[in-house]
């Protein structure tokens, strides 16, 4: 929903994240405060200039309330938010960051997210004993979304190969990143011959369990000539949600995302975000996009649905190299959740931080080329809720 | 009017294990045959509403004024099963419900307490009787030979045309210590002397059907057409024909070989199995044994009323029909619950599985007045398709659909029996969209597909807030009518 928007009324003045990965011999406090001192630092300030914090955080076990920010950075008592909304928790923390710099209230705040699933064990997100209705049946996360695969398959025509496809290319470009947690190569023999996790999803389209924490200092264009990088700081161009049902095996054969091909919040979110950034023709106008790729086949219907490409047209695409890093829309050019992992809080901030710096020119690993706007997309849930930030430099 | 049986369905599981897996893996003799074998997401609750479901089929439920359970292995002790079995076969809440337990006689001193109830009661005009066993035996001991799981029912009802009368019946008790399983330590059937065992068991039922036939003034050699009573053994059952002198082909024995000894059950089964191809008039003895014996007296009122029942029911042959063998001898020990491995489990509300009744026991969706479409189940008082709001009345849903899409899931909270997990999107026959997992497939790598056609089956979940918890599951098409 774009009423009034919030295109070029906050900047992005810092933003860094941690190594990604199996952290075990760190806490959430260690991770987000790694996040947030390269972040103050690279903004050039210090923390008692923050006014206000919003954090995504997704599990009860990382944490819980706003006063998690308290206990990992010591901020004095200043205002802070808990931001959950499933995978897309850590960009609706930096959306609503976004509007009270929008609002004038404050001059200086923290968004940030983090995430220590592996405390929990790395077989599988956590919860799905506890949450939800007990007798209505609780896929896991992998099986959501291999519900679309079949569909797709079914109706698309596309294969394991072309699932293959994104794992590869993801992988290939997350070797190059220095915080990424897998950092190998890997062939389609290989993604194909995976053990299954939820059919036809196996083990290489599913993104990982891992740790990591992300953090971004916003502020106001007018102010943000003051700091560090007074010469190329982002400015945020949309930010949208968009909220769908939570259990999209419900909805009647004629109501809305029934076809398992495409999620509609993504369709509407994207919708809500281009129309407020003023942009026409996403393929051409979008040089960077992190995407959601939390499996395989979320990323080729993501970029059908954030319209990159014609419907059904994905696996083709992908194949032909428009979504390559050199392609004509590069998806995922830091290997994406493939290759970071999923620390569910921090992942939308990471995504953001990754766009800033690609639309910046100091991407950690593949420079797109000539980055100028850039996309971010979180996905949550079953394909339930979707941000999706645009960003770029000031015009 | 006459009291009698007005329709009659059953239930077998889906799988059978070869009585020789069973020998080979306690290097025993061999023995011949298969037995009926419940999976573990089964129980006597679940297999009592298949058979009730298949009892009632092109019946309204709400006509029939009460439950009777009978069974050895309920799976509650402080509440009871047959409120539950009504309440998921949708049938009024002012009727009778009670539970017969604790012996394998049960189910036909169910059936002859219906009969009294009918008969003394003018509010009550139909019972359904259900009986129904899965006991568990103890691995390598001869129990493990014999013991299946099975279900069936009776409705019993007091109308004109009835098609089979029950005419007469008659009890005895008999205290026996064998066998027993105490309800404070046994997890198995215990046994003291196999020898005294079977002779009070001829005792028992001779004695019983010999005094009904007497005091009704039959001949059991020329006057019985059908006799269908329990037995634990192929030599016992010939023992009692013998002994009974009932004529050739009258004492029912279609049972043991394939599906094994269902207990509670079996007098009923054996019953209706027999009922294919009645004979006009035909006059039936039943007799079910446990600390006791009871015998009763029916007789065939309406040879083309009975064979009506058959063709709309999967009965005792339609399921036998579409049984398969389980691989191997350590399905049947992970079906049994026989290995101490971590089962999946949830949390659980017995609040919150009250007040969902209708959509998670009774099957119904919503329909939408605005728009017209059917959903499942009540999570909003707006529609998902046109978003109307306040515009939902209730509907009964099918228990039939087409699969529209699915996953094989691995990753099921943990540990899980029967691993991969199919997750499947089914299109209700008449509208509705549910989630369910499939039960009853071998190889779903290869056998679920979209656009297949599936059953709803009532199965056990989980035992999560320490009590039992069941859902609905698809199955690949059985044939329940």
């Known amino acids: ?395 | 009017m006459p009291v009698g049986i007005k329709s009659y369905g059953a239930y077998l599981p889906k799988y059978m294990l070869p009585r020789e897996d069973i020998s080979k893996a306690w290097d025993f003799p061999l023995v011949p045959g298969t037995k009926a074998v419940a999976m573990e997401d089964e129980d006597s609750l679940t297999m009592s509403v298949e058979a009730g479901l298949d009892c009632l089929s092109g019946i309204d439920p709400k006509t029939v004024d009460g439950v009777f359970f009978a069974s050895t292995t309920q799976v509650y002790t402080e509440k009871d099963s047959a409120s539950l079995i009504a309440t998921v076969l949708d049938m009024r809440d002012d009727i009778v419900t009670a539970d017969f337990t604790d012996s394998t006689k049960a189910g036909t001193t169910a059936l002859a307490r219906a009969v009294d109830t009918i008969k003394s009661n003018k509010d009550v005009n139909s019972i359904l009787v259900v009986a129904a066993d899965t006991r568990k035996p103890e691995p390598s001991t001869m129990w493990e030979f014999g013991f299946a799981d099975g279900a069936a029912a009776l409705l019993v009802a007091d109308e004109e045309n009835i098609p089979i009368s029950i005419d007469d019946y008659y009890s005895v008790s008999a205290n026996v210590t064998g066998p027993w399983k105490r309800a404070d330590k046994d997890e198995f059937v215990r046994t003291f002397e196999v020898k005294t065992d079977g002779m009070f068991y001829v005792q028992s039922v001779t004695k019983a059907m010999s005094e009904v036939l007497k005091r009704n003034k039959l001949n059991p050699s020329e006057d019985i057409d059908i006799a269908a009573y329990y037995y634990n053994n192929p030599r016992a059952h010939s023992r009692i024909s013998k002994m009974m002198k009932f004529g050739q082909g009258v004492a029912q024995d279609s049972l043991f070989f394939q599906v094994g000894d269902t207990g509670t059950p079996m007098p009923f089964m054996l019953l209706i199995a027999s009922l294919r191809r009645p004979k006009p008039e035909a006059k039936i003895i039943m007799a079910g044994f446990g600390d006791g014996a009871d015998a009763i007296l029916m007789q065939v009122r309406d040879k083309d009323g009975v064979k009506a029942i058959g063709k709309g029911r999967m009965g005792f042959l339609g399921h036998q029909k579409s049984m398969t063998l389980l691989k191997n001898y350590n399905k049947f020990i992970e079906f049994k619950e026989l290995l101490d491995k971590d089962r999946y489990t949830r949390k659980s509300s017995a609040v919150l599985i009250w007040r969902d009744t209708p959509s998670v026991y009774q099957w119904y969706g919503i329909k939408c007045k605005n728009c017209g479409s059917v959903q499942y189940p009540k999570l909003s008082r707006s529609c998902s398709v046109c978003r109307a709001d306040d515009q939902f009345e209730d509907v009964k849903l099918a228990y039939k659909g087409e699969l529209f899409t699915f996953t094989l899931d691995h990753l099921v909270g943990g540990a899980y029996l029967n691993t991969p997990v199919p997750r499947c999107v089914i299109d209700l026959e008449g509208g509705g969209r549910v989630l369910v997992d499939m039960t009853e497939i071998e190889n779903p790598e290869k056998n679920v597909e979209i656009g297949m056609k599936v059953e709803l089956t009532f199965r056990k979940y989980h035992e999560g807030g320490e009590f039992k918890n069941y859902y609905w599951k698809c199955r690949p098409v059985r044939g329940r009518p």
């Open chain 1, 1 to 395: 929903m774009v009423r009034h928007g919030i295109k070029d009324k906050v900047a992005i003045i810092g933003c860094d994240m941690t190594k990604y990965g199996e952290r075990w011999d760190k806490s959430q406090h260690d991770l987000l405060f790694e996040a947030f001192q390269s972040a103050i630092k690279d903004a050039g300030i210090t923390k008692d200039e923050i006014d206000a914090s919003w954090i995504g955080i997704f599990y009860y076990f990382t944490g819980l309330s706003g006063a998690m920010v308290e206990d990992m950075l010591k901020l004095d008592g200043k205002p802070a938010t808990r931001v959950e909304n499933y995978c897309a928790s850590g960009m609706d923390a930096f959306r609503n960051a976004s509007f009270a710099i929008a609002s004038g209230a404050y001059d200086i705040v923290l968004a940030c997210g983090v995430e220590k699933l592996m405390d929990e064990g790395g077989s599988g997100l956590p919860g799905f004993r506890q949450f939800g209705h007990p007798l209505y049946p609780t896929p896991s996360a992998p099986a959501m979304f291999s519900m679309a695969a079949t569909r797709c398959f079914h109706e698309f025509g596309w294969t394991k190969e072309d699932l293959a496809r994104v794992a590869v290319k993801n992988h290939d470009n997350g070797a190059e990143h220095p915080k990424a947690h897998f950092r190998s190569r890997i062939t389609i023999e290989q993604a194909m011959k995976a053990p299954m996790i939820a059919d036809p999803l196996g083990r290489f389209d599913c993104c990982a369990m891992s740790d990591g924490a992300a953090a971004l200092i916003l502020t106001r264009p007018e102010l943000a000539e003051s700091y560090a990088h007074a010469n190329d700081y982002v400015m945020v161009k949309a930010n949208a949600i968009s909220a769908r049902t939570n259990f999209p095996w419900y909805v009647p054969a004629n109501g809305p995302g029934a076809d398992f091909t495409a999620f509609p919040s993504t369709i509407k979110a994207a919708e809500y975000a281009y129309k407020e950034a003023g942009i026409t023709n996403p393929r051409k106008e979008i040089d960077a996009a992190e995407v959601h790729d939390c499996f395989t086949i979320t990323e080729l219907i993501n970029c059908q649905d954030l319209q990159f490409c014609d419907r059904g047209q994905a696996a083709e695409e992908l194949k032909n190299g428009t979504f390559n890093w050199d392609g004509e829309t590069a998806v995922n050019p830091s290997g994406g959740l493939k290759s970071f992992g999923h620390p569910i809080g921090s992942t939308g901030c990471r995504m953001l931080t990754e766009i800033t710096k690609q639309v910046q020119g100091r991407a950690e690993g593949r420079q797109v080329p000539d980055a100028k706007i850039g996309l971010a997309h979180n996905l949550g849930g079953a394909f339930s809720v979707c941000s999706t930030t645009i960003l770029g430099l000031r015009e």
